[in-house]
């Protein structure tokens, strides 16, 4: 689950990370009358106004602006509010701004790169700093490594003063600023373990003029697995920064991403969806989704699994791959029947089952009358649903 900069900020701002003085606006009314009050409380006429997607590379984009005059700052919201909003991070089709935050304008000395996440190769919480702060962190990763540093976090222990220390000294920080890092570290650390994070990124992390230290940015990511923990995260979710079919197969408990192919996948269970996708894209195809109905899926929640796949336009031919296990093959093929009488099939639909019922399965497909393509095995399906969507082209 993402959410907004705003949002994040209210958060590490609950765990004691300074932050600007911000707020939010969905409006361009609520905006305008937010720089006052900004400018006010935040002690400048400078303010920023940043605009408010679920993507990186906004100010590349034409998304933040820092407007030294009211009349400015009123000039950058009419300007932002509304508009497509192009970055690298949304694609050619860009994200339509519908939420603004003015914030409070910074004397900076420096920016600074701080991110949290697992290293899935040591299976621990790492932190990562880098003096390269405000750029694209993947550009200074890749040409210059060095300037990267990580800490990480034992479990046993957590987060450490000196640790603090050294990623301030790697950082040339020193006096004031070094110990408003310890602080800021501290609070962040405890933050990213109470609410689950699975991210979070500070980039830039910014000191200022008068030795302060502040996040004048924050991207947090939270472990869907663990929403049932945090209830309260619910109501920050922007459905219009969600993929539609992905909010809807959250609505049957559906593991489902939306990719760039035109081959709809319909698979139980992570391990064989992924491998699914692999084999077809071995044969010269591209997977259209990850879709894993899961184990115990009813007849229902395979007809809701199938509507989603056909809501894509993109989709020339669909790839069902079962084994049925705790899934039965008849349970699936139930679902198929129902959803294509329901939703009409309109491109190729090539079916493999194995496993449990699997004879009662075929022969429910065989009798519906539908025109679906029978696969003998996995590779045999793969190849006939590419096939298939190569000719409907």
């Known amino acids: 689950m993402k959410i907004h900069e705003y949002q994040g900020k209210q958060l590490l701002k609950k765990y004691g990370v300074p932050v600007p003085v911000g707020i939010p606006a969905t409006s361009v009314e609520d905006a ?4 006052p009050k900004v400018q006010q409380d935040g002690g400048t006429d400078i303010v920023v106004v940043k605009a408010q997607i679920h993507a990186g590379g906004r100010g590349k984009g034409g998304g933040v602006k820092v407007a030294k005059t009211r009349a400015d700052a009123e000039e950058a919201v009419k300007k932002i509010f509304g508009m497509q ?3 690298p991070q949304t694609g050619p089709e860009g994200k339509k701004v519908q939420r603004l935050l003015i914030e409070q304008g910074l004397a900076i000395d420096h920016e600074y790169y701080l991110g949290m996440l697992l290293d899935r190769a040591t299976g621990k919480n790492v932190v990562m700093a880098s003096r390269e702060g405000g750029m694209d962190i993947e550009e200074v990763a890749e040409k210059h490594p060095e300037k990267i540093f990580r800490l990480t976090i034992d479990p046993a222990t957590g987060w450490q003063d000196w640790q603090s220390r050294s990623l301030a000294k790697s950082l040339g920080l020193s006096g004031k600023p070094a110990q408003e890092l310890g602080v800021f570290l501290r609070a962040l650390t405890r933050c990213y373990d109470d609410m689950d994070c699975s991210m979070l990124e500070i980039n830039p992390l910014v000191t200022t003029k008068d030795g302060r230290v502040l996040a004048l940015d924050a991207k947090i990511n939270f472990d869907d ?3 049932f923990r945090h209830k309260e995260l619910e109501e920050w979710r922007d459905p219009n920064e969600e993929d539609a079919s992905e909010l809807e197969a959250k609505k049957w408990d559906l593991s489902y991403i939306a990719l760039e192919g035109n081959i709809g996948c319909m698979v139980n269970g992570a391990g064989l969806a ?3 996708m692999d084999i077809i894209k071995y044969y010269g195809g591209a997977p259209a989704n990850f879709l894993d109905v899961g184990g115990g899926a009813t007849a229902e ?3 809701a699994a199938f509507k ?3 809501s894509d336009p993109e989709v020339k031919a669909i790839f069902v791959n079962i ?5 039965k093959c008849d349970t699936i093929a139930q679902g198929v029947i129902t959803a294509v009488k329901e939703v009409g099939l309109k491109v190729p639909l090539v079916v493999r089952l194995e496993g449990t019922n699997v004879e009662l399965g075929k022969k429910m497909l065989a009798d519906s009358g ?3 393509v029978a696969a003998a095995d996995m590779a045999d399906g793969a190849q006939k649903a590419v096939a298939a969507a190569k000719g409907s082209k």
């Open 225 to 227: 697995n663990a929403m």
């Open 308 to 310: 989603i796949i056909t």
């Open 370 to 372: 539908l025109d679906i």
């Open 32 to 35: 305008l009358a937010a720089i």
């Open 274 to 276: 992924m491998s699914t």
């Open 85 to 87: 909003l192009i970055t």
């Open 323 to 327: 084994f049925g296990g705790i899934m």
């Open 301 to 303: 929640k395979v007809t």
